[in-house]
């Protein structure tokens, strides 16, 4: 495999699976109707509120989890360490079966770094390039959201519909080429969330097991799915929180030996 073939297949761990090759053809795009007015959108502003209180607050967070990555049915496992600053740096390490450091990456709201251990070569780009393949309103916060279950803030205002399918709450709305669907469970802490980018074709979904981690009174999924597809490339991570610590004091150690060529 070449190097810069096994970079991008890195940042497509690294980033949880939001990063794919632009679609040959589009998607099927979730059409969202006119607003109509129900219970819970007569109290709309409240209960946005109410599902935004639910999300995990922390100022750092430490996980470690067990990763199946299918890329078109090429089948990978390992292993990931994760360390979050709130709103700074997301540091992840991934260790193959054998207990060896196959990469190491730090991201951070204006950059992204991945060192590759088995090839000796290191990348680092600006946040930005992620979205050579993928929608450009995808920003570092929204990695955040994904990896803690948290909202993503930017789908969470009066002009989305919030409604009660079944028993259960869902939100629906458009932003910019995105159209979302998020759907909650009975704790109000979101199940799945479906998000397709009109522009580039491209199609992501993100469904949690519906189980936790308690965190000192604060609840963590404990495991997730990510799905994203673009034309014919198909991307599928499964991720299984094994243990998570909020609020410790951590370090994210990331350097680059000299002999690590750099690429372009």
Not at 104 to 116: Q, W
């Amino acid at each position: 495999m070449r190097r810069n073939t096994l970079n991008k297949v890195l940042l497509i761990v690294l980033i949880g699976g939001l990063v794919s090759c632009r679609a040959k053809k589009p998607v099927s795009v979730t059409v969202v109707p006119p607003a109509v007015e129900n219970e819970l959108s007569k109290r709309k502003s409240e209960n946005l509120q109410l599902l935004k209180s639910k999300d995990i607050t922390f100022k750092t967070l430490s996980v470690k989890a067990k990763a199946n990555l299918d890329i078109n049915g090429n089948r990978n496992n390992a292993s990931m360490n994760i360390r979050m600053e709130k709103d700074r740096q997301i540091w992840v390490s991934i260790t193959a079966i054998a207990g060896i450091e196959v990469a190491r990456a730090l991201i951070t709201p204006d950059s992204i770094k991945v060192r590759n251990n088995i090839q000796g070569v290191y990348l680092k780009k600006l946040f930005n390039y992620i979205h050579r393949y993928t929608s450009r309103q995808v920003n570092f916060q929204w990695l955040q959201s994904i990896l803690t279950g948290n909202t993503i803030a930017e789908f969470l205002t009066e002009d989305a519909q919030i409604l009660d399918e079944q028993g259960a709450w869902s939100l629906k709305g458009e932003k910019e080429t995105l159209a979302f669907k998020v759907i909650f469970d009975a704790l109000l802490k979101t199940k799945e969330t479906d998000i397709n980018d009109v522009r580039t074709g491209q199609a992501l979904k993100i469904v949690y097991n519906g189980t936790y981690l308690d965190l000192g009174g604060v609840r963590i999924p404990n495991g997730l799915k990510i799905n994203s597809m673009a034309g014919t490339r198909k991307v599928n991570i499964d991720l299984d929180y094994t243990t998570a610590e909020r609020n410790l004091s951590l370090e994210f150690p990331f350097s680059v030996p000299a002999k690590f060529e750099v690429l372009k």
